[in-house]
């Protein structure tokens, strides 16, 4: 069983920042994809970026490419989402996620393990 427990959501002002921790108990990280998701008000779960352990590549979607950063932290199994030049439309529940061995890491159906999610508002 692997739990996630996501910290560090809030109200913000558009422009400013705020960064998201991913704390998962899981024994180890080699073959996991680690993921971040959202769901804006009224809107369908949209693809934030992901990191795969194993090689630490990363992606992100269009639409936090350039303002957001996904770091991870292997002694303390945490990753985080560091998000820049927040905008209105940014605002909703952030989900962070663990796949395995996945091939597709934007595909939500991919991860097997969620958070409870955290609520990123951003005021304009």
């Known amino acids: 069983q692997v739990q996630l427990v996501e910290s560090g959501g809030g109200l913000v002002q558009a422009g400013g920042s705020l960064r998201l921790s991913c704390a998962a108990s899981?024994?180890?990280?080699?073959?996991?994809?680690m993921g971040w998701f959202r769901q804006g008000p009224g809107k369908e779960r949209e693809f934030v970026g992901a990191?795969?352990?194993?090689?630490?590549?990363?992606s992100y979607g269009d639409s936090v490419k350039g303002r957001f950063t996904i770091s991870r932290d292997n002694a303390k199994n945490t990753v985080s989402l560091q998000m820049n030049s927040l905008k209105a439309e940014d605002t909703a529940v952030y989900y962070c996620?663990?796949?395995?061995?996945?091939?597709?890491?934007?595909?939500?159906?991919?991860?097997?393990?969620w958070g409870q999610g955290t609520q990123v508002t951003v005021s304009s």
């Open positions: 990191i795969r352990w194993r090689g630490g590549t990363i």
């Open positions: 899981i024994r180890t990280f080699s073959t996991y994809t």
């Open positions: 996620a663990v796949a395995f061995l996945s091939t597709n890491v934007a595909d939500a159906t991919e991860y097997a393990y």
